[in-house]
């Protein structure tokens, strides 16, 4: 009966810690979205923690009174009262038996809670590497950043080209050869030069000058800036296809230890988790002999499977702290590189006099640009503080 009572009031005192902390999580999410999917979590499994150590500490706090006394009780009964110290020592020998069987058990569920804690964060993360995935994969850089970098692409660049190659071929008999035509800056050459001699009224060749100036001079000084972006966010995008499969492989190895052998995929996609905590559950109560006891059976631990079992869940929960480690440095790196593409975008230094000719497309990598960092800012962002806070729950050590 008290052991019911003392969950009850642990229960009630997780319920309104989780309340405080959510409440104060959500006040805070306009300004940190990371908050919505990071400190809940926090908060629930903090008040989880406490609520398993303040029902071990009921259970054994009459337990350790009585030990205290017959510690003291031996201090002062006469050596010479045999009968007295044998029975001391030997309820003393069975208080340290009772102890160590509760701080075991103990042990091995407080292993499981966090076991399954990090069940959780990994479907966390999965979830926040999809988004990322699918992210990388909508942009718009990728599709357009060689088209902006290329002096053909643009209306302007061709009418004139087409233009001096006429010129050329009507008055010379003349047609430029095939490299020139296919490399841009070659070709954007001879179009300029083909522009000062051709005819035509000296306005008309003037604006026609000027906007084919702006195109040359934006695609020569932005042509390998542009070509880095494109390159870094490839190799972003290739390196969070990474990051998906190793969360995934991490998933498959943490399951396994409980014989658990559905995909992280698959059990995303028929939201199969209860079967897997059911599974986790079924091997602590089997270790614990809780299984043996509803049975009928005596319930007696089995060691073997109790040091397995310890083993195994710690060792997954070991990987699920080395991966928020990846996870978080991903995220930081991609922070970085989004900075680094974002001072690239607005290096253009003629950007303003030029800004009738510069294409849709260079706006639009600006916008995604700004856009992306304000994710891995705020969406994908784990700060610090979180991140060590999950990994100190992960290994019990929060306070």
């Not at 009968?83 to 309820?91: F, N, P």
């Not at 905590?277 to 614990?288: C, E, F, I, P, T």
């Not at 043996?292 to 109790?306: H, I, N, V, Y």
Request: aromatic share 10%.
């Amino acid at each position: 009966m008290k052991t019911k009572t003392s969950l009850k009031r642990a229960g009630l005192l997780a319920a309104a810690l989780l309340l405080l902390c959510c409440h104060f999580a959500t006040a805070r999410s306009n300004s940190d979205t990371s908050s919505i999917w990071i400190n809940p979590f926090i908060c629930i499994t903090a008040s989880d923690i406490d609520a398993l150590n303040s029902c071990f500490e009921e259970s054994t706090a009459s337990l350790k009174t009585r030990h205290l006394e017959i510690k003291n009780q031996l201090l002062t009964v006469s050596p010479t009262d045999e009968k007295t110290v044998c029975g001391l020592l030997l309820e003393r020998f069975r208080l340290d038996e009772e102890l160590q069987t509760l701080e075991t058990e103990h042990q091995l569920k407080s292993i499981k809670l966090r076991y399954r804690k990090g069940v959780e964060i990994v479907k966390m993360l999965y979830e926040k590497i999809l988004s990322m995935d699918h992210h990388f994969s909508s942009l718009k850089v990728q599709q357009n950043l060689l088209k902006i970098s290329n002096p053909h692409h643009y209306p302007e660049f061709k009418e004139a080209r087409t233009a001096m190659e006429e010129k050329l071929k009507r008055k010379y008999n003349f047609a430029l050869p095939t490299l020139f035509q296919s490399n841009p800056f070659l070709s954007a050459a001879f179009s300029m030069i083909g522009m000062v001699i051709g005819g035509g009224e000296e306005k008309d060749k003037k604006e026609s000058m000027d906007r084919v100036a702006c195109i040359l001079d934006f695609t020569v000084r932005m042509y390998n800036d542009l070509n880095v972006i494109y390159y870094e966010t490839g190799y972003l995008r290739d390196a969070n296809l990474t990051l998906k499969k190793d969360c995934e492989a991490l998933f498959s190895d943490c399951a396994r230890q409980v014989g658990y052998t559905i995909t992280l995929e698959g059990c995303r996609q028929s939201d199969d988790w209860e079967r897997l905590y059911s599974l986790l559950d079924n091997l602590v109560a089997k270790a614990l002999g809780e299984t043996a006891a509803s049975q009928g059976f005596p319930s007696q631990p089995d060691t073997k499977l109790l040091l397995k079992a310890e083993t195994n869940l710690q060792f997954a929960i070991d990987r699920v702290v080395q991966f928020i480690n990846r996870y978080s440095d991903f995220v930081n790196q991609g922070n970085e590189y989004y900075k680094k593409f974002a001072k690239i975008a607005d290096s253009y230094e003629n950007e303003k006099s030029c800004t009738n000719v510069l294409p849709d497309e260079f706006r639009q990598l600006k916008t995604d640009i700004d856009q992306t960092l304000e994710k891995f800012n705020s969406a994908y962002r784990m700060p610090e503080v979180q991140g060590s806070k999950l990994k100190d729950m992960l290994y019990g050590t929060i306070d």
